[in-house]
């Protein structure tokens, strides 16, 4: 319901009104929940919630515009069509950031985020909005006959979207009583390295400890696959001793193991002299410890992994510590039982790379990250959100394997497996799950893309384009 009283302000003010008003809203609402960036870096945090607050902004000067049209119904529509739309934009322009989007506020309610298979993400938030826009009618400015239309619409619309959830269910059994056949167990590590303690020389040696007691105590579960986090390694694997390391540990195993670490060298097909850029890889060893295959982060962070527009930009590093990674080409599937692809950190966020790596092959997705860079705070709870619609979207199991933050299973109605099937955040440990080994149906989203964002945009556009009426004539009216 939180639209409503937003909405209810923006019938009762000017365009420009509208704009601060909701530009206001947007600095409280990206100020409360993203506080943590300050957590990496404070002068960053400031500018971030000012551009994205933009979008509420942008979206409370269009509502207005809407709200104050003649026809009863356009606002029905074109409100929640506009906020897709922007959060579309949101996620795209300037590198993207789809963090908090609205329908992450749902993530809990199973049969609802169904609606995922068929619209991506975006539908959720749609119907959030539709919800909204039709109390806020009952409450103030039109006649009994347009309320109960506004409401039956948005009421059928609720139900069909919960009936198709329930139905989408059935072919999932619980994760709590899943028990396929055939099976390929992997097995998580969340090692809760300190942030403050990943890249200090003085720790290295614990931290190797950290992780060779965890695979001490995997390697009794008999897993067919180890993961571990992003950048888990201390250290480049060009390294000799790093290399002699794992591979000694990866022998030990008796299992294939994919670890995040950074890699020097050149990506084929880039151009670049060996040695000369970095990346943030996840590489899969086989059980001897050699390289099978390797993927290096496409979609780098910005102002985190690299400093775009550097010729303009580039004295920021001054200021404070940024990685300077260069992006991957490859969209690697990794072949095994079952062919999986890897999203390292924020890369979950974007919808488009999940399905493009379903397409590609993957049967199930992994996540590794490091959310321990925003310490105890929520964007570890935050960032899960974002892979329990990648699942759903797709129909595909989840890992996530963090250093520290939430490490477990999503299953592919979106479902968390309890423990051991995740890990308490902040918490050393191991988890463990059998996905099953069946063939996978490709939903809507999977084979049509984001085509309701898309169709979301151009009816924002199309409002835009058309003659809206004056703010006089459509008081009067």
């Known amino acids: 319901m939180a639209f409503v009283p937003w909405i209810l302000s923006l019938k009762e003010c000017t365009p420009r009104q509208a704009f ?95 609606l995922a298979g068929l619209t991506g993400v975006w539908g959720v938030s749609f119907l959030v909005v539709l919800v909204n826009v039709a109390l806020s009618v009952c409450v103030k400015g039109v006649g009994w006959r347009v309320k109960g239309i506004n409401l039956g619409i948005a009421g059928v619309s609720l139900c069909a979207a ?50 060779e007691e965890l695979m001490a105590e995997t390697v009794k579960l008999q897993p067919d696959l180890i993961v571990w986090p992003e950048t888990a390694v201390p250290g480049y694997l060009e390294d000799f001793r790093v290399a002699e ?20 060298g050149s990506v084929p097909g880039t151009g670049t002299v060996p040695g000369t850029d970095v990346y943030n890889s996840a590489l899969l060893l086989d059980r001897e410890g050699k390289e099978k295959a390797r993927y290096s982060k496409i979609h780098l962070v910005p102002f985190g992994e690299f400093i775009p527009f550097k010729p303009v930009l580039g004295w920021l590093k001054k200021f404070y510590p940024v990685a300077d990674f260069a992006p991957g080409k490859e ?56 892979s329990v619609f990648r699942a759903v979207e797709n129909e595909v199991w989840v890992g996530r394997a963090a250093n520290t933050g939430w490490t477990g299973f999503v299953d592919p109605a979106g479902r968390r497996l309890p423990p051991p099937g995740q890990i308490p955040r902040f918490k050393a440990g191991v988890a463990v799950a059998d996905l099953p080994v069946v ?39």
């Open 331 to 386: 969209w690697t599937v990794f072949q095994g039982t079952v062919p999986f692809s890897v999203l390292v950190c924020f890369e979950d966020l974007f919808p488009e790379m999940a399905r493009r790596f379903v397409r590609e092959g993957a049967g199930w997705l992994l996540v590794i990250t490091n959310d321990a860079w925003f310490g105890r705070s929520a964007a570890s709870i935050q960032h899960l959100q974002a």
């Open 439 to 477: 063939a996978r149906k490709e939903t809507l989203y999977t084979r049509w893309g984001d085509w309701f964002p898309i169709l979301c945009l151009g009816l924002t556009g199309l409002a835009l384009i058309m003659k809206a009426p004056d703010d006089g004539n459509s008081r009067s009216a």
């Open 245 to 264: 390391r794992l591979e000694g540990i990866a022998r030990s195993a008796g299992a294939e193991m994919l670890v995040g670490l950074p890699t020097e």
């Open 20 to 114: 601060g008003r909701s530009y206001l809203l947007g600095l409280i609402f990206f100020g409360g929940t993203m506080w943590w960036v300050g957590c990496v870096a404070i002068p960053g945090v400031i500018p971030l919630v000012a551009a994205l607050a933009l979008y509420f902004a942008a979206w409370g000067w269009f509502a207005n515009k809407i709200l104050l049209h003649p026809a009863p119904y356009t606002a029905f529509l074109l409100l929640p069509a506009s906020w897709v739309a922007l959060e579309y934009l949101r996620s795209h322009l300037l590198s993207g950031l789809g963090w908090n989007l609205l329908a992450h506020t749902q993530w809990n309610w199973i049969p609802l985020i169904q």
């Open 162 to 211: 919960l009936f198709y959830g329930s139905m989408a269910l059935r072919q999932f059994p619980a994760p709590s009583t899943l028990h396929p056949s055939p099976v390929l167990k992997v097995a998580l590590l969340q090692g809760n390295i300190p942030q403050t303690q990943k890249w200090d020389d003085a720790f290295e040696e614990a931290i190797w400890k950290r992780y």
